[in-house]
């Protein structure tokens, strides 16, 4: 079982940046590949960034390719995603999630564990 806790959060103002972190315990932190989704109201969970387990390899969706960037430290058991010059349709729950085993890594169903979700929301 792998405990998963977002935080990093707020308000912030269209072209501007929030760091989201998400916090691992309960097991071996590096055996998981670690995914941020998002969901905004009225719409489905959304894949927005993956990393693999030693960090090697990243993966984003279109549309926040080039402003996040997701990253992680083994070390301290954390996932990170940076996000840059935030938009009004950023605006959504975040969560983090782990996958244990080899399914998609753009779908909800391949992952095993997840967070309770921090908002996020930017204002025009």
């Known amino acids: 079982q792998v405990q998963l806790v977002e935080s990093g959060g707020g308000l912030v103002q269209a072209g501007g940046s929030l760091r989201l972190s998400c916090a691992a315990s309960?097991?071996?932190?590096?055996?998981?590949?670690m995914g941020w989704f998002r969901q905004a109201p009225g719409k489905e969970r959304e894949f927005v960034a993956a990393?693999?387990?030693?960090?090697?390899?990243?993966y984003y969706s279109d549309s926040v390719k080039g402003r996040f960037t997701i990253s992680r430290d083994n070390a301290k058991n954390t996932v990170y995603v940076q996000m840059n010059s935030l938009k009004p349709e950023d605006t959504a729950v975040y969560y983090c999630?782990?996958?244990?085993?080899?399914?998609?890594?753009?779908?909800?169903?391949?992952?095993?564990?997840w967070g309770q979700g921090t908002q996020v929301t930017v204002s025009s």
């Open positions: 990393i693999s387990r030693r960090g090697y390899s990243t």
């Open positions: 999630a782990a996958a244990q085993g080899v399914g998609s890594i753009y779908s909800s169903e391949g992952y095993d564990y």
């Open positions: 309960g097991h071996t932190f590096s055996n998981y590949l």
